[in-house]
């Protein structure tokens, strides 16, 4: 017997809906270290995992989260293991791979120090020749990766920001950079006992962070419109 046209119709729609409408929940990933945005120990796995959270469900998207190592977590959303990962900032070479979400949050970065030096972001000539820290897979401002491509700075990568927040404390490394919140997030967790780093000169650079998806995902704009409209709604 010949299937009724609304029926027919139905299955047509079913078949050409996106994958994440028809095999839900979505795999998503973040990384540990990054407080006050995202870490598997903060209240709400963090600020951008709740935002991330309320705004796929106000999309009517349910969400599987993961805890990876930042550079791990990167490269398994690239390979299709995950739908989306968060919080990123842009870079070229990224935005050729992902396509980026509306702004989670926006920051500002300064550059931190020992109390003393005479640092500022505003003039990266004070930084030339200086032992620089960044958690291993986060990116660099402009600047700092113009300079690190000319061998002006020795450059220390470990695993989390309040590491490198340590290592100036110990005389291992000279300055890092992140925003103004991050960086006294990761100063209270360094031991009392030990030389404070502070904020020094003036803003290097303001950026934005995002939830990314691969480009090579098949329903990856339909996605990313479906998200940007939940976080719309609770962004306003």
Not at 8 to 35: D, F, K, N, Q, T
Not at 43 to 49: E, I, K, L, S
Not at 58 to 82: I, V
Not at 192 to 200: D, E, H, M, N, T
Request: glycine fraction near 8%; include cysteine; hydrophobic fraction near 40%.
């Amino acid at each position: 017997m010949a299937l009724r046209p609304m029926l027919r119709l139905l299955l047509c729609c079913l078949l050409c809906w996106p994958s994440w409408l028809v095999a839900e929940p979505l795999p998503i990933v973040s990384g540990p270290g990054y407080p006050p945005f995202a870490d598997p120990q903060l209240p709400g796995g963090g600020q951008a995992t709740e935002l991330v959270r309320a705004a796929m469900a106000r999309a009517g998207l349910s969400a599987e989260l993961s805890w990876r190592p930042w550079q791990n977590g990167y490269q398994a959303t690239l390979a299709g293991e995950f739908a989306a990962t968060y919080p990123y900032i842009t870079t070229a070479e990224r935005e050729k791979l992902f396509l980026y979400s509306a702004p989670l949050f926006d920051l500002k970065f300064y550059v931190f120090g020992r109390a003393g030096s005479k640092l500022d972001g505003a003039r990266p000539e004070t930084l030339r020749g200086l032992r620089y820290c960044l958690p291993h897979g986060w990116a660099h401002l402009a600047p700092i990766e113009q300079m690190l491509k000319a061998g002006e700075l020795t450059y220390a990568h470990p695993y989390d920001m309040r590491s490198c927040m340590k290592m100036i404390a110990l005389g291992q490394a000279d300055f890092t950079i992140t925003d103004r919140e991050q960086g006294r997030q990761a100063l209270r967790e360094l031991p009392a006992s030990l030389p404070q780093p502070q904020l020094l000169g003036q803003e290097m650079g303001s950026l934005s962070l995002h939830l990314i998806i691969p480009r090579n995902r098949p329903d990856a704009e339909a996605l990313l419109r479906r998200f940007n409209a939940g976080l719309a709604a609770v962004s306003r």
